[in-house]
């Protein structure tokens, strides 16, 4: 007999086991069906479909609350134009600025009529004495000079208001120093004058030309006195009788009194 080689045998009998259920082909399936996990506990698919599910089943996240609005007043401050950078020096400045405007923030002085007017009426003089008083055609009033002459001021008023052509020849003034007409004919003023503004000529002579003493009482009455009626616009004419009797024979030919009285223009009156 031909002997048939083992391999065909146990294919042929792992054959006829899997038509019955025996053989070692039915024990392996039984074992596998023995050891396949329940439904339940099959593991997870692995891939791209598992991430997917994964990332699915992660919660997300949540949105955030909205913000409260903002109170109104930063809204405002938001709003608010701001100062450009070039103009911050000048805010630095301002305070500067002010302190050095305040400074001129104060009332002029008051100006004295009294002076005003006074300058004012000797201007008609200036042009024979100077716009100083120092002299030219006329002799000189500045640097004491009228003081010296008139050491009153009724002698010198009366001297004025009559001029020097109805004493012409003669000696005047303290110790006879002039001599009326010697340097020039001065005219008469007491139809061009009012007696206020014959006292006002007077005063700028002595007060401002000669710098005269004014602190004393009777002296700061005069000028009172002078203010008032420039005030009240007084327009009394001159008396040139009345100044002639006021007037210190010894320094005004034809004077009658001895140098003013109560009666009398200037400071010995005043008040």
């Known amino acids: 007999m031909t002997e048939i080689p083992e391999h065909l045998l ?7 086991g899997q038509k019955t259920g025996d053989g070692p082909a039915s024990t392996a399936e039984s074992s596998s069906s023995a050891v396949t996990p329940a ?33 109104h007043y930063v809204a405002a401050s938001r709003a608010r134009n701001r100062i450009p950078m070039w103009a911050l020096p000048l805010v630095f400045a301002l305070p500067i600025w002010a302190l050095s405007y305040a400074g001129t923030m104060q009332l002029p002085p008051t100006e004295d009529l009294l002076f005003v007017d006074a300058a004012q009426a000797y201007s008609s003089c200036a042009s024979c004495h100077g716009a100083t008083g120092g002299g030219g055609v006329g ?17 010198q ?32 003023h007491k139809d061009t004058y009012t007696l206020l503004e014959l006292e006002l000529v007077v005063f700028y002579e002595r007060a401002i030309l000669s710098e005269e003493d004014t602190t004393d009482a009777s002296y700061l009455e005069w000028m009172d006195n002078l203010r008032e009626r420039i005030e009240a616009n ?14 210190d024979p010894a320094i005004t030919p034809g004077g009658g009194g001895g140098g003013g009285g109560p009666e009398c223009p200037g400071p010995a009156s005043a008040g």
């Open 139 to 155: 002799y000189a009033l500045s640097g004491g000079e009228v003081l010296q002459t008139f050491p009153e001021p009724v002698d």
């Open 10 to 16: 146990k294919r042929s009998k792992s054959a006829k």
């Open 39 to 71: 439904a339940s506990e099959t593991p997870a698919p692995s891939g791209p479909p598992a991430i997917a599910a994964a990332a699915a089943a992660i919660p997300k996240d949540v949105e955030p609350a909205p913000a409260a609005p903002e109170p």
């Open 157 to 188: 008023m009366a001297y004025v208001a009559r001029g020097s052509a109805a004493i012409a020849g003669e000696t005047y003034g303290a110790n006879g120093r002039r001599v009326a007409g010697e340097l020039g004919v001065m005219p008469a």
């Open 234 to 247: 007084e327009q009394d004419p001159i008396d040139l009788d009345q100044l002639l009797g006021c007037a």
